[in-house]
């Protein structure tokens, strides 16, 4: 390969040295520190409920404590299919402290979806909470998978204040699921009845998977990203670096993105660890509540993708509310558009920047300055000991020079060690240490990166990917359906959404609406097609492959030329 331009190199952020020395180490031992320096610090509230970093690491330890007395060791597979409560940062670190592997799993997901992903990832215990909206399809999976064994089940009404516990269980009943009683279902309050002494555990930087982060692409299914405790650990290293003028054990982070999403796990859970913040955590994204939320527990930062600050620009209450605490804005998890960044700056008075990454990256890759220019359109410049470079798509080892379009390529101790059991994807991905991302990009005279067009075919829906494969497989489950193809659309809102083009089998009938109906229980709200197209024929490839080429091209014509 030759040499790559590194143009940011004298360009780069006033007070942010791209040599930076990046601190790598287990991701409890942050942790065990921060509970060290700040042990009487406030590091969750949750709807008034709080925990202090001191009960944080006590609570880690008993949870890492309790898994390994269900036989956890190093490398067991842990899931979490949790919103964004305690018990997410309370299990996330202690199955670390216990040796075992998050993978992290989207509480949104239908049955077969889960089943999927607990199969090819091996999860043998899985971390829930007592919500109808979740337990019984979690508990379904002991029996329609052959790799889970148990299910950890957290009770919602302990991590309300007193007040609150007693109003969810009268008023809340219904949404409490009916637990289930048998060896295999572990209560959280069962599990953490111990002294919390786990046994130590060594841990390899390089070789330790911390978290299973499923992600897809072309190849449709969803596949999981290894990330290593280095890679993690690193990547928070880089955001401190980054955040010039951070304030640690004085800064609050609003955390509404969930942290099943690698943007939120590592932008707001480990980094407010390692910078002793305070966590201010929501269940659910809710435009008013979020609001509230800012106005009387007044976060410094807060994380979010575009769609989130859209709808703030857009409410008709904003200026009831006061946003004035918030000194850093992070949009991440899809392009953020000019108009939305401008307006939220202009009705707030905070700054949004941009940044970029993959699950494949810990996320994070670049970023717009905090403190310095940030260019319009652009996703900023690389982390601190982060390299980007542009290559051909025709001949892929050849590196592009400045302003030239390519495949963006990435390489920094951030990037993944490969995906779980996928060797030819990770031939095809990984080249000696750099990640092919499978996006189109360029760089700038001064190491600013702009991205123009995306490779693979996945769908970013309001920051979160869907998998046109995922949907399609769906689709095919109605006994009408003949072929079936998804791409992705404009949407005004969520970014992209995705359209579905469906060919019936002979003499069928069937209606937008009674396909929709079809679907409700076998895809998510955010995977659900925003359109369904019927036709007589799909276009098809010489090779009789169904085709996606033509119908973008026709749906990018009949939108004027907006490509989704």
Request: hydrophobic share 40%.
């Given at each position: 390969?030759?040499?790559?331009?590194?143009?940011?190199?004298?360009?780069?952020?006033?007070?942010?040295?791209?040599?930076?020395?990046?601190?790598?180490?287990?991701?409890?031992?942050?942790?065990?520190?921060?509970?060290?320096?700040?042990?009487?610090?406030?590091?969750?509230?949750?709807?008034?409920?709080?925990?202090?970093?001191?009960?944080?690491?006590?609570?880690?330890?008993?949870?890492?404590?309790?898994?390994?007395?269900?036989?956890?060791?190093?490398?067991?597979?842990?899931?979490?299919?949790?919103?964004?409560?305690?018990?997410?940062?309370?299990?996330?670190?202690?199955?670390?402290?216990?040796?075992?592997?998050?993978?992290?799993?989207?509480?949104?997901?239908?049955?077969?979806?889960?089943?999927?992903?607990?199969?090819?990832?091996?999860?043998?215990?899985?971390?829930?909470?007592?919500?109808?909206?979740?337990?019984?399809?979690?508990?379904?999976?002991?029996?329609?998978?052959?790799?889970?064994?148990?299910?950890?089940?957290?009770?919602?009404?302990?991590?309300?204040?007193?007040?609150?516990?007693?109003?969810?269980?009268?008023?809340?009943?219904?949404?409490?699921?009916?637990?289930?009683?048998?060896?295999?279902?572990?209560?959280?309050?069962?599990?953490?009845?111990?002294?919390?002494?786990?046994?130590?555990?060594?841990?390899?930087?390089?070789?330790?998977?911390?978290?299973?982060?499923?992600?897809?692409?072309?190849?449709?299914?969803?596949?999981?990203?290894?990330?290593?405790?280095?890679?993690?650990?690193?990547?928070?290293?880089?955001?401190?670096?980054?955040?010039?003028?951070?304030?640690?054990?004085?800064?609050?982070?609003?955390?509404?993105?969930?942290?099943?999403?690698?943007?939120?796990?590592?932008?707001?859970?480990?980094?407010?660890?390692?910078?002793?913040?305070?966590?201010?955590?929501?269940?659910?994204?809710?435009?008013?509540?979020?609001l509230k939320t800012i106005t009387s527990k007044k976060p410094t930062?807060?994380?979010?993708?575009?769609?989130?600050?859209?709808?703030?620009?857009?409410?008709?209450?904003?200026?009831?509310?006061?946003?004035?605490?918030?000194?850093?804005?992070i949009s991440g998890g899809a392009p953020l558009p000019l108009e939305?960044?401008?307006?939220?700056?202009?009705?707030?008075?905070?700054?949004?920047?941009?940044?970029?990454?993959?699950?494949?990256?810990?996320?994070?890759?670049?970023?717009?300055?905090?403190?310095?220019?940030?260019?319009?359109?652009?996703?900023?410049?690389?982390?601190?000991?982060?390299?980007?470079?542009?290559?051909?798509?025709?001949?892929?080892?050849?590196?592009?020079?400045?302003?030239?379009?390519?495949?963006?390529?990435?390489?920094?101790?951030?990037?993944?060690?490969?995906?779980?059991?996928?060797?030819?994807?990770?031939?095809?991905?990984?080249?000696?240490?750099?990640?092919?991302?499978?996006?189109?990009?360029?760089?700038?005279?001064?190491?600013?990166?702009?991205?123009?067009?995306?490779?693979?075919?996945?769908?970013?829906?309001?920051?979160?990917?869907?998998?046109?494969?995922?949907?399609?497989?769906?689709?095919?489950?109605?006994?009408?359906?003949?072929?079936?193809?998804?791409?992705?659309?404009?949407?005004?809102?969520?970014?992209?959404?995705?359209?579905?083009?469906?060919?019936?089998?002979?003499?069928?009938?069937?209606?937008?609406?009674?396909?929709?109906?079809?679907?409700?229980?076998?895809?998510?709200?955010?995977?659900?097609?925003?359109?369904?197209?019927?036709?007589?024929?799909?276009?098809?490839?010489?090779?009789?492959?169904?085709?996606?080429?033509?119908?973008?091209?026709?749906?990018?014509?009949?939108?004027?030329?907006?490509?989704?």
């Amino acid at each position: 390969m030759n040499q790559i331009a590194q143009p940011w190199l004298s360009h780069y952020p006033t007070g942010v040295q791209w040599n930076a020395d990046i601190k790598r180490q287990p991701l409890y031992e942050t942790l065990k520190q921060t509970a060290h320096d700040r042990k009487d610090h406030v590091a969750i509230d949750f709807l008034d409920f709080c925990l202090t970093y001191g009960e944080l690491l006590q609570q880690v330890d008993q949870f890492a404590k309790g898994l390994q007395t269900l036989g956890v060791t190093k490398g067991t597979k842990v899931g979490l299919c949790l919103p964004n409560t305690p018990y997410s940062v309370i299990c996330y670190y202690g199955i670390l402290r216990a040796g075992g592997t998050v993978v992290n799993y989207n509480p949104l997901y239908v049955e077969r979806e889960l089943a999927f992903q607990i199969e090819d990832s091996e999860t043998e215990i899985m971390v829930t909470m007592d919500l109808n909206v979740l337990y019984p399809k979690v508990e379904a999976m002991l029996s329609q998978t052959k790799t889970l064994k148990k299910i950890v089940v957290c009770p919602m009404a302990a991590i309300l204040p007193k007040v609150k516990s007693i109003l969810f269980r009268l008023l809340k009943r219904k949404d409490l699921a009916r637990i289930t009683s048998g060896p295999e279902i572990v209560h959280f309050a069962d599990l953490m009845s111990n002294a919390g002494d786990p046994a130590p555990v060594a841990i390899d930087l390089d070789n330790d998977i911390a978290v299973l982060q499923y992600t897809g692409g072309t190849t449709g299914r969803p596949k999981g990203a290894m990330l290593s405790q280095g890679n993690l650990s690193a990547n928070v290293s880089q955001m401190l670096h980054w955040y010039v003028d951070l304030e640690p054990g004085n800064e609050k982070v609003l955390g509404i993105l969930p942290f099943f999403h690698v943007f939120a796990m590592t932008a707001v859970m480990n980094f407010a660890v390692a910078s002793g913040a305070q966590m201010i955590l929501l269940p659910r994204y809710e435009l008013g509540q979020t609001l509230k939320t800012i106005t009387s527990k007044k976060p410094t930062i807060f994380p979010a993708v575009p769609t989130i600050y859209a709808a703030i620009n857009q409410s008709p209450d904003l200026s009831k509310f006061d946003l004035s605490t918030i000194r850093f804005c992070i949009s991440g998890g899809a392009p953020l558009p000019l108009e939305v960044k401008d307006t939220f700056e202009r009705l707030t008075g905070c700054r949004l920047v941009e940044g970029y990454g993959l699950s494949e990256t810990a996320p994070v890759a670049t970023c717009n300055a905090m403190n310095d220019v940030n260019k319009p359109g652009s996703i900023g410049q690389v982390m601190p000991q982060t390299e980007i470079s542009i290559h051909d798509l025709e001949a892929p080892h050849d590196a592009l020079g400045i302003g030239e379009r390519g495949e963006v390529w990435i390489k920094g101790p951030q990037v993944m060690s490969g995906y779980l059991n996928r060797p030819e994807e990770n031939a095809n991905s990984l080249r000696d240490g750099w990640f092919r991302t499978g996006d189109v990009g360029y760089m700038d005279d001064d190491g600013h990166f702009f991205l123009v067009d995306r490779v693979k075919d996945l769908i970013l829906c309001s920051g979160y990917n869907v998998y046109p494969r995922m949907v399609e497989e769906a689709i095919y489950l109605h006994p009408g359906v003949a072929e079936v193809t998804v791409i992705g659309i404009p949407d005004a809102y969520r970014g992209e959404s995705p359209k579905a083009f469906v060919k019936l089998k002979e003499g069928e009938t069937l209606s937008e609406d009674d396909l929709k109906g079809f679907l409700e229980d076998k895809l998510s709200k955010i995977e659900m097609p925003s359109e369904i197209e019927f036709r007589s024929e799909l276009p098809k490839t010489i090779i009789g492959k169904l085709s996606k080429k033509e119908l973008v091209a026709e749906e990018t014509e009949k939108r004027g030329g907006n490509a989704a």
